[in-house]
T-cell receptor, first 115, second 114 residues
Framework: QKEVEQDPGPLSVPEGAIVSLNCTYS??????FMWYRQYSRKGPELLMY????GNKEDGRFTAQVDKSSKYISLFIRDSQPSDSATYLC???????????????FGKGTLLTVNP | DGGITQSPKYLFRKEGQNVTLSCEQN?????MYWYRQDPGQGLRLIYY???????QKGDIAEGYSVSREKKESFPLTVTSAQKNPTAFYLC?????????????FGPGTRLLVL
């Protein structure tokens, strides 16, 4: 079983739709969860960053973490054509002493928002 | 304007040739990282550096080498020993290693083999 599983899509939605992107993971030691957005031929940019379980909202974006199910989600409300990109989930296990900071990435989901 | 710069944007390598990818940051971050991204795959860690004059192998270090002589610079050399170097290479940095601060990425260098 891979450490992080992410459906690669592609996912195509009409403008204004609510988008749900998801990742599952197997390592229960993961504590920090991130979503990156990557436009074609560009570097990833950090969208959302959460610690442990719960929800975090930033504008049209909501990140949700359910550690009991080992499942994280990113919701995009009122999706726009400019949201068309690949979305990567990432997570890390920072053990005591801070000696092990390594991001483990999902493969990314390609999202297209059609006008 | 703070950020991470990578050059060149595109790089061509001939068989048996070593090439060096540049990564510079002016964020005053201590930690820097190199990743490789292949189509349909997640990012894979090549090397990372927690502090100047120190670096560690990541998951796929074979065929690559790095140096960290200055805080702001972390160049990656793709050696002739790397048999499948065609990929998108991403440099990242974080405030320090082993904290909850996450990583920020540069724009990437696409390496192609002639």
């Amino acid at each position: 079983q891979k450490e992080v599983e992410q459906d690669p899509g592609p996912l195509s939605v009409p403008e204004g739709a609510i988008v749900s992107l998801n990742c599952t993971y197997s390592n229960s030691a993961f504590q920090y969860f991130m979503w990156y957005r990557q436009y074609s031929r560009k570097g990833p940019e950090l969208l959302m960053y959460t610690y442990s379980s719960g929800n975090k909202e930033d504008g049209r974006f909501t990140a949700q973490v359910d550690k009991s199910s080992k499942y994280i989600s990113l919701f995009i409300r009122d999706s726009q054509p400019s949201d068309s990109a690949t979305y990567l989930c990432a997570m890390s296990d920072i053990r005591s002493g801070g000696s092990n900071y390594k991001l483990t990435f999902g493969k990314g989901t390609l999202l297209t928002v059609n006008p | 304007d703070g950020g991470i710069t990578q050059s060149p944007k595109y790089l061509f390598r001939k068989e048996g040739q070593n090439v060096t990818l540049s990564c510079e940051q002016n964020l005053n971050h201590d930690a820097m990282y190199w990743y490789r991204q292949d189509p349909g795959q997640g990012l894979r860690l090549i090397y990372y550096s927690q502090i100047v004059n120190d670096f560690q192998k990541g998951d796929i270090a074979e065929g690559y080498s790095v140096s960290r002589e200055k805080k702001e610079s972390f160049p990656l050399t793709v050696t002739s020993a790397q048999k499948n170097p065609t990929a998108f290479y991403l440099c990242a940095s974080s405030i320090s290693y082993g904290t909850q601060e996450t990583q920020y990425f540069g724009p990437g260098t696409r390496l192609l083999v002639l």
